[in-house]
């Protein structure tokens, strides 16, 4: 079975704060994938990222980067520069690709609140 | 283009009532997810969908819990004999192939009172 824990249920910041939310993960497959998902107060869910797992290489997109460690099954969210716009709940997930299609397991989601 | 639609946005009903959710994916994806979100929770998978077919269905928590998708395209989920625990956000997803990224609808809060 695949699980992925995400132990800060809330988060506060003072706007330009760095911030690094965690992801911990569970799974017996070799090979699959890692997302995160940002849920703001409209409570659309928006795609940010998507990593396989034979990819740790870290990735940077403006002021986002993640840190895929499989060594402790951990898929690291880091905020630079935060601003009071990155306030939302960021879901981190996980599929298994062996199934041959995406069945998407969500962790319980951290509260990011960025302070002005 | 637009995205995925969710239609009603809001549902309200009394126990023991049944209730249709509809989702429009986004045209030409082939593949479709129906999750299920609970106050304070991640969502939760409840069926997949490619093309007319059902490939996944073990997330359907009971018997009451049934979806479709007769033409390949839109979606409807219908709930039996609503519960109170049944209430929460019921989100759909489509995705241009099994592999590729989910795009969410912005889902229909469900509340059985």
């Known amino acids: 079975a695949q699980k992925v824990t995400q132990a800060q249920t809330e988060i506060s910041v003072v706007e330009k704060e760095d911030v690094t939310l965690d992801c911990v993960y569970e799974t017996r497959d070799t090979t699959y994938y890692l997302f995160w998902y940002k849920q703001p107060p409209s409570g659309e869910l928006v795609f940010l990222i998507r990593r396989n797992s034979f990819d740790e290489q870290n990735e940077i997109s403006g002021r986002y980067s993640w840190n895929f460690q499989k060594s402790t099954s951990s898929f690291n969210f880091t905020i630079t520069a935060s601003q009071v716009v990155d ?27 960025v302070i002005p | 283009g637009a995205g995925v639609s969710q239609t009603p946005s809001n549902k309200v009903t009394e126990k023991g009532k049944y209730v249709e959710l509809r989702c429009d994916p986004i045209s030409g994806h082939t593949a479709l997810y129906w999750y299920r979100q609970s106050l304070g929770q991640g969502p939760e998978f409840l069926i997949y969908f490619q093309g007319t077919g059902a490939a996944d269905d073990s997330g359907l928590p009971n018997d009451r819990f049934f979806a479709v998708r007769p033409e390949g395209s839109v979606s409807t989920l219908k709930i039996q004999r609503t519960e109170r625990g049944d209430s929460a956000v019921y989100l759909c997803a489509s995705s241009s192939g099994d592999y590729n990224e989910q795009f969410f609808g912005p889902g229909t809060r469900l509340t059985v009172l």
């Open chain 1, 87 to 113: 306030s939302a709940v960021y879901f981190c997930a996980l599929s298994e690709a062996r199934r041959g299609y995406q069945k998407v397991t969500f962790g319980i989601g951290t509260k990011l609140q």
